[in-house]
């Protein structure tokens, strides 16, 4: 058993004891109320799961373990010369709960190596697909496909006890985290560049070695790689992507199944899709204004139009956050250190001080303050990632250190199937006209 694994069930294992204990003795515990508004409109607000990964407050942002976007980017191993985070870092953090030290992160890094090698059926997959495919499409299918290399089913086939459950789907975690830069530059490169593809480096970290295969050798590229991988990790559980992929585990669904339909969920326009409509939007607005840099006001103007037209703002606003998203002011410090004189950035930081009073002037808008999507796709597009639709496939790499984290913490705590329960909108009426005649 490899040291990561070893932590892993020291902490989880006994854990799980402790809340069969907490169920018996608190079990009827009100946590709080809910209405009809919450029930009709995407359950906002309301606590129907437990994640122990982060953290999101409305007013704070974003908590790995409790500790927060600016900490991590100082507390986090580096690679020698580096200045962001190493990702392995924070899916140590999220998965042990505890910061890493170097030699920890090492150990991932070269885990996550020895279980790269995606096998050949996969990328036979990837390439019978049409050219005209969506990345997120492709993506999502060639998971789906990694799924015949599933330890978790095999060992469910066989007949597994349910306390020994996180095991196989510990090394299913692992092994797919460690495959999908190899997928995702594979759909990259096919898509974009003439499928030549390059293979990978194992003498690099995650995050670089994927830049690498992407085409990027540059230290710069890897930095911001670093950058994007770890703020992206996770968001809670309640987001789409995360929620889904716990959703379908909760039916024993093992890593890949689980995890393709979280990337089903990101390639949604109202969550992770929105990277590459905010990109769309900022291209747009310059051609509107004949490819001159807009000024302030044109940009009030266009914003404006953008409105009255009925479409929103992309990268703007948020379920959960009522401030600017930590994960964009992360991408705005890492801007104006490296690359403060961008046109693309200097719309983006125009926009973010006419946005949100527009917004905020129409008097219904929770959050008219940018999100993680308001920022990253400039800064790809500076370092030459120009191909706006394949960021969300970025996202996705990334946003599997935080579901897959959750997942091994499902199975390790044997949370159940998830089953909620529903109404009917005669059901609704019927429950306020029987509160009505009991307040009469």
Request: charged share 25%; glycine share 8%; aromatic share 10%.
């Amino acid at each position: 058993m490899d040291k990561l694994k070893e932590k892993f069930a020291a902490k989880a294992l006994p854990m799980a004891g402790e809340i069969k204990s907490l169920i018996k003795e608190h079990g009827k515990t009100v946590l709080g109320e809910y209405n009809i508004e919450q029930v009709y409109q995407g359950m906002h607000g309301m606590v129907g799961m437990v994640t122990e990964t982060s953290k999101l407050d409305p007013e704070e942002g974003i908590r790995f373990r409790g500790y927060t976007i600016p900490e991590l980017r100082e507390a986090l191993p580096k690679a020698p010369g580096g200045t962001e985070p190493l990702p392995e870092g924070i899916f140590y953090l999220m998965l042990i709960g505890e910061l890493p030290t170097p030699e920890d992160v090492a150990d991932v890094s070269n885990a996550w190596a020895r279980r790269s090698n995606v096998p050949k059926h996969v990328l036979d997959m990837i390439d019978a697909l049409p050219l005209t495919t969506h990345p997120m499409t492709i993506f999502s299918a060639a998971v789906l496909a990694l799924q015949t290399e599933s330890v978790f089913a095999n060992a469910y086939r066989k007949g597994i006890s349910k306390k020994d459950y996180w095991d196989p789907m510990y090394e299913d975690v692992m092994n797919l985290i460690a495959r999908l830069p190899r997928v995702a530059a594979y759909i990259y490169r096919r898509l974009y560049k003439n499928n030549v593809h390059i293979e990978p480096d194992a003498k690099l970290d995650w995050a670089a070695n994927f830049a690498h295969m992407l085409g990027y050798d540059e230290f710069e590229v890897k930095r911001l790689m670093r950058l994007y991988l770890t703020i992206h990790a996770d968001h809670e559980g309640g987001n789409v992507s995360a929620h889904t992929t716990h959703l379908v585990g909760s039916a024993l669904s093992d890593a890949y199944l689980s995890f393709s339909a979280g990337m089903n969920g990101l390639a949604g326009p109202l969550h992770g899709l929105a990277n590459q409509e905010v990109v769309r939007w900022i291209f747009d607005l310059k051609e509107y204004y004949k490819g001159v840099t807009p000024t302030k006001e044109q940009i009030e103007e266009y914003i404006n139009k953008t409105l009255a037209e009925g479409k929103v703002i992309p990268g703007y606003g948020h379920a959960v956050l009522r401030k600017t998203d930590p994960r964009y002011t992360a991408q705005r410090d890492f801007a104006l250190k490296y690359l403060p004189d961008d046109e693309n950035f200097k719309i983006v930081s125009m926009l973010y001080e006419v946005a949100p009073k527009v917004l905020g002037s129409l008097g219904k808008v929770k959050n008219p303050w940018p999100n993680v999507d308001a920022h990253s796709g400039v800064l790809l597009i500076h370092y030459g990632i120009v191909e706006y639709d394949f960021y969300t496939v970025l996202f996705g790499v990334s946003r599997s250190l935080g579901v897959m984290a959750s997942l091994l913490w499902d199975r390790a705590l044997s949370m159940p199937l998830e089953r909620p329960g529903s109404v009917t909108t005669e059901g609704v009426k019927k429950m306020i006209s029987d509160l009505q005649s009991a307040k009469a």
